[in-house]
């Protein structure tokens, strides 16, 4: 179980992650997902000990990963494939990790095998890889301890096709047998086929958590295009609808289609495009939602453990 309770990071007067809060639980894949700079890696360094906190807390097991013995018997963690000491041959690496964390040597054989570097690969000084070797050692790395949860940052980046579908594979394995996986990504297709649950980041905040059907099934998203898009705002903003921009000149409204069609006609305002925005499936919720780098104005945020009984 990971637990993040109000996790807020400034930097300054700057807010890298404000007020971030959501739950883990055993036998799943969480999908941390967020545009580039949203507060993915940040609150995953706060989780893990590396970043401390402005304020809020999070815990792994119920315990501050820093008070953790022996935390890679636990947690295993890959933040950054390339913090791997170039010098060392991927053998070595594990060898040395597997060392440190108490268990067998031999067990880094076995992760070796696991990842697809065992023979000629694992003979290799590390600063020979590509980055998907490098991510796969990483993989490696952090199940060398055996670990009951795993904390991934971008995991995919730099792995081919076929390494995407390998490691869903894996991390599908994991959980499956009671294992907690947090992993995040940008890219929302590389953890939509994975994933049980997603919590969405954006500008540092949540912008939504919840299973994709939670996701999809929040009432009263609109997306609406007209042939005057600045009439139409100004008929929406007009109405107290708070239309946002989306792409292609139309906009998403946080309201039932109805409404926004009265207050089109009621503004004279021809319409081209009128629905309900979930229409588009997760990825243009996703897009959605962190396009303009946060919460849609007046989402209320369900409580950390889904989005039961509340809206998107
Ligand atoms: N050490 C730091 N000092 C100042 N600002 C920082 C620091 N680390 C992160 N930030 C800022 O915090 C914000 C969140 O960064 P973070 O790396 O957590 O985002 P991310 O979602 O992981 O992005 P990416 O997908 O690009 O890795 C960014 O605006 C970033 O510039």
Redesign the pocket.
């Known amino acids: 179980m990971i637990s993040v309770e109000g996790l807020t990071k400034r930097?300054g007067d700057?807010p890298?992650?404000e007020d971030v809060s959501f739950h883990c639980a055993p036998g799943t894949v969480t999908g941390f997902l967020?545009?580039?700079?949203?507060?993915?890696?940040?609150?995953m360094r706060m989780i893990c000990g590396l970043t401390p906190p402005s304020s809020g807390t999070a815990t792994v097991q119920g315990v501050p990963y820093g008070r953790i013995a022996n935390p890679g018997r636990h947690v295993g963690v890959l933040l950054d494939a390339a913090a791997q000491h170039a010098g060392r041959t991927g053998r070595e690496t594990l060898a040395l990790t597997a060392m440190l964390t108490g268990v067998g040597r031999d067990r880094a054989g076995a992760m070796l095998d696991l990842v697809g570097l065992s023979g000629r690969p694992a003979r290799r000084r590390v600063a020979g890889y590509s980055l998907g070797m490098r991510q796969r050692l990483g993989i490696a790395q952090a199940l060398v301890g055996d670990p009951s949860v795993l904390i991934l940052?971008?995991p995919a980046n730099g792995l081919d096709p076929e390494g995407i579908f390998w490691m869903r594979g894996l991390l599908r394995d994991f959980a499956d047998r009671g294992g907690t996986v947090l992993l995040?990504s940008?890219l929302l297709r590389e953890v939509e086929a994975v994933a049980d649950r997603f919590v969405v980041?954006a500008g540092?905040r949540i912008a939504a958590r919840g299973t994709k059907e939670e996701l999809l099934a929040a009432p009263g998203r609109t997306l609406v295009r007209g042939v005057d898009g600045a009439a139409l705002g100004a008929a929406l903003a007009g109405a107290g609808l708070r239309p946002r921009p989306d792409t292609g000149g139309a906009f998403l409204v946080e309201a039932p289609a109805e409404a926004v069609g009265r207050a089109a006609a009621s503004a004279g305002v021809v319409l081209l495009e009128l629905r309900e925005a979930g229409g588009g499936g997760l990825e243009e919720l996703f897009l959605s939602l962190t396009a303009s780098g946060g919460r849609p104005s007046g989402t209320p945020v369900p409580s950390p453990h889904g989005l039961e009984g509340a809206s998107l």
Do not use: L, M, Q, R
């Open positions: 930097y700057v890298a992650v967020g545009p580039n700079g949203a507060g993915k890696s940040t609150t940052d971008e995040s940008h980041i540092g």
